[in-house]
């Protein structure tokens, strides 16, 4: 509704895992290199944390697409089923037709497409988004998967993408040997206050933005204490702020625009 108003391509602050709108600050940044060397070293296992709405998804996403054509990958988005239905879909996701298969059978096949990548000179990387809400068994059915292995070379890379309950699951004893596999961690933390200005900008940018809408420094100011420095929360709260900017036909979004949004948000009031 606000986008021809305001003169934007696109709306900037979806929520939608875009990469193109990947906003680097310096711990996204750190994160994204973190991923990338953990793949390219192959290192097994890397372990990427982040409050809900923190960006790691999108950073997943940005990493896939900086990896090119020498890599093959797969995306688990919703890991919660048993451990043959995690294979089936991990086979799946890889385009290999495993249906009908039992587990042996899947894993064989599996193990034979990931010897058959590395013939072709490529590296195969399997992503799990959401891994705090697999069970000690689906975690140690990743675990095996990691043993697929020839006397040289790791065949699989794994990342594992979670909210910071991962890291208190993987603390558990029963899962030490999963835990000594990864030895690439980081833990993504919210944005600063600064952060968030250029954050806002960012987006605005790469929507097309020319100047306006424009926030008012009180208004970041309120964005940044109602998101806590969270992605997601800044884009819900601006996204209502571009769209009572629209209503009240003005270009500048300051304190009072901020804090109806965030009342709209909450369900308290109708904009």
Not at 57 to 77: H, P, S, V
Not at 249 to 258: E, G, L
Request: with cysteine; hydrophobic share 40%; proline share 4%.
């Amino acid at each position: 509704m606000y986008l021809e108003y305001y003169g934007l391509k696109e709306p900037p602050f979806d929520i939608t895992p875009n990469p193109r709108f990947l906003f680097f600050s310096a711990k996204h940044r750190e994160a994204f290199n973190h991923l990338l060397y953990g793949i390219r070293a192959r290192k097994g296992f890397v372990q990427i944390t982040g409050e809900v709405g923190a960006g790691k998804t999108t950073l997943c996403r940005a990493m896939l697409e900086q990896l090119g054509n020498g890599y093959a990958t797969a995306l688990i988005l919703n890991p919660v089923m048993t451990p043959d239905q995690l294979m089936k879909a991990i086979a799946m996701e890889f385009g290999l037709d495993v249906k009908g298969m039992d587990r042996l059978e899947t894993v064989a096949t599996f193990n034979h497409f990931l010897l058959r990548q590395v013939e072709l000179g490529k590296e195969t990387v399997l992503i799990i988004d959401e891994a705090q809400d697999l069970t000690n068994d689906l975690l140690e059915q990743v675990r095996l998967l990691s043993n697929l292995e020839t006397d040289e070379r790791k065949l699989l890379q794994i990342v594992l993408l979670g909210q910071p309950e991962l890291r208190d699951r993987l603390n558990d004893h029963r899962l030490r040997q999963l835990r000594q596999r990864i030895t690439i961690r980081y833990h993504l933390k919210p944005l600063n206050r600064l952060e968030i200005s250029q954050y806002v900008q960012h987006r605005l940018e790469v929507s097309g933005a020319k100047g306006v809408p424009y926030f008012t420094l009180p208004a970041l100011w309120r964005i940044y204490r109602y998101s806590k420095g969270i992605p997601r929360l800044v884009n819900a709260v601006c996204d209502k702020c571009l769209l009572a900017g629209f209503v009240q036909q003005k270009d500048q979004i300051n304190f009072r625009t901020v804090a109806l949004a965030i009342r709209e948000l909450e369900g308290r009031i109708h904009l």
